[in-house]
């Protein structure tokens, strides 16, 4: 299974990932980080293909996406 990991104190709280997700896998949560901002969080979901559109957008660099290379990527 592919995932993500965000790190939440990176994290500013701009909600472009969310926007980019193509399948709605992250949302901004209710708790804030250290610098003030509610940060984005992601819950492991089978449905995440690895795409890495999330950490391509990310502006502080605060996803990291590890793809299952046994995957069928069709
Ligand atoms: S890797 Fe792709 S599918 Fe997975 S959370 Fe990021 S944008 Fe969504
Ligand atoms: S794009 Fe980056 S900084 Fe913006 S909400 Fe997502 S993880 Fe946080």
Redesign the pocket.
Known sequence: MSKIE?DQE?????????IACPKTL?K?GEEINRQGYF??IWEANEQCTGCAI?GE????V??RVWRDRGESRT
Do not use: N
């Open positions: 965000i990176r994290c500013k709280g701009c909600g472009l990932c969310t992250i901004i940060y984005a999330c957008i990310c502006p502080d605060a996803i």
